[in-house]
């Protein structure tokens, strides 16, 4: 079982590694153009894709690949009662960050920040943050555990917001709503974590949480970002996947027909090509 502390020292170096990611600019990664993403989409605690994920990805032998995550807490436990014990998959993820500092890296999400500020989500009738706190307590064995909080809220923190890749493709755990683009500064990305306004109802929120997107509006960000495509997840897919206005691929990871997507960052695509590549986890044996 992981202790308190060696979970405490897993996020904290995780942080700082995060914060010194050599292909991060601001908030921003920029894979070079002979790399590999694989992008996920949300994962709520699917330990069997993650683990799938690190079996595909392979990279202790595939050096520039990179991989892109986000949402990986907040699991629906499977019975009623029982606490949400996504902080495993996260401390794994963590872990994962340090055995490949240049290679795993982690995207801001709505329901790691609704954690770190303790934002109320309810889900399945749960209150989230409660539930996932209740957990941590539970896997760490120990009831004294506002320091890991406090390491796993650093840690979140620390998240970039996107990745564009130099082919033109833009990941992100979601697009602002239509009805905030007028507001919404896209340099935001460009900022370095410590100045990102983290708050509900600021810009980083409504850029996680946003759900309402139109072609306009896709439009304009793809010339603000200047890109073609948008890789995002967010918004739950029971097939796993979903397109968008021939400019945006909705993905999801947390369940039994969850998919990943890995793009190659030399090669230009049609949004059918990237179709194409989106590989469901029941395919990794």
């Known amino acids: 079982m992981t202790t308190v502390s060696a979970a405490i020292d897993t996020f904290r170096r995780a942080t700082d590694l995060n914060l010194d990611d050599p292909i991060r600019s601001g908030s921003l990664l920029c894979p070079p153009d002979y790399t590999q993403v694989v992008m996920t989409g949300d994962m709520h605690g699917h330990r069997r894709n993650f683990e799938k994920l690190i ?9 520039t690949r990179h991989v892109l995550l986000h949402e990986l807490i907040h699991e629906q436990p499977q019975q009623e009662g029982c606490a949400d014990h996504s902080v495993e998959l996260l401390l794994d993820a963590a872990k994962w960050k340090t055995f490949f500092p240049d290679q795993v890296h982690f995207l801001q999400s709505n329901h790691e920040l609704a954690q770190l500020q303790n934002h109320e989500i309810t889900k399945g009738g749960r209150m989230v943050t409660d539930d996932f706190e209740r957990g ?8 004294d ?9 650093d840690f979140i923190a620390s998240y970039p917001l996107a990745a564009r890749s ?7 755990h979601s697009l602002p709503n239509v009805s905030h683009m007028d507001e919404f500064d896209p340099t935001l990305v460009h900022e370095p ?4 306004d ?14 309402r997107h139109t072609p306009a509006l896709l ?7 200047d890109v073609q495509h948008f890789i995002t997840g967010h918004q739950p897919q029971e097939f796993g996947y979903e397109v968008r206005f021939d400019r945006m691929i909705i993905l999801a990871s ?5 998919v990943f997507l890995p793009v190659d960052c030399r090669k230009h695509y049609t949004i059918e090509e990237l179709v194409q590549r989106i590989r469901p986890f029941a395919g990794v044996i």
């Open 219 to 225: 439009e304009r960000l793809a010339h603000a970002f």
């Open 198 to 211: 983290l708050s509900e109802g600021g810009m980083v929120y409504q850029m996680v949480w946003g759900r």
């Open 193 to 196: 974590a410590d100045n990102l």
């Open 55 to 63: 079996k595909y990805c392979q990279l202790e032998c595939t050096p």
């Open 166 to 172: 130099p082919n033109g493709v833009f990941f992100s």
């Open 136 to 143: 941590v307590a539970e896997v760490l064995d120990s009831n």
């Open 254 to 258: 947390d369940h039994n027909h969850g």
């Open 145 to 153: 555990i506002d320091e890991v909080l406090n390491a796993i809220d």
